[in-house]
């Protein structure tokens, strides 16, 4: 069973950085596919980082590209999402997600477990 926890999230100043993580204390996290998504007051809950299991492979919203990096440790059963140049845009409740298969990473219904969500504000 999948159970992802995401930390991290806060109030940091435009410009600044932040690094978000996400745990989970299931027994197959290597297995999965891991991404995060975001959403903002009264809009779409939205792509912005995947990392497959199988090599690392990544993809960035092209918003957040050159800015957001997302790694992973199996070891320690954690994905992270390093933010940099953050910009009040960038504001929203963010999420990571697992995805077991692996067809459609960008996509909400591509995934089936998600966190509870940690707040990221950049105040404009």
């Known amino acids: 069973q999948v159970q992802l926890v995401e930390s991290g999230g806060g109030l940091v100043q435009s410009g600044g950085s932040l690094e978000l993580s996400c745990a989970d204390s299931?027994?197959?996290?290597?297995?999965?596919?891991m991404g995060w998504f975001r959403q903002a007051p009264g809009k779409e809950r939205e792509f912005v980082a995947a990392?497959?299991?199988?090599?690392?492979?990544?993809y960035y919203a092209d918003s957040v590209k050159g800015r957001f990096t997302i790694s992973r440790v199996n070891a320690k059963n954690t994905v992270y999402l390093q933010m940099s140049s953050l910009k009040p845009e960038d504001t929203g409740v963010y999420y990571c997600?697992?995805?077991?298969?692996?067809?459609?990473?960008?996509?909400?219904?591509?995934?089936?477990?998600w966190g509870q969500g940690t707040q990221v504000t950049v105040p404009s």
């Open positions: 990392i497959t299991w199988k090599d690392d492979t990544t």
């Open positions: 299931g027994p197959s996290f290597a297995s999965y596919n």
């Open positions: 997600a697992a995805a077991l298969l692996g067809y459609n990473l960008r996509d909400v219904g591509g995934y089936e477990y």
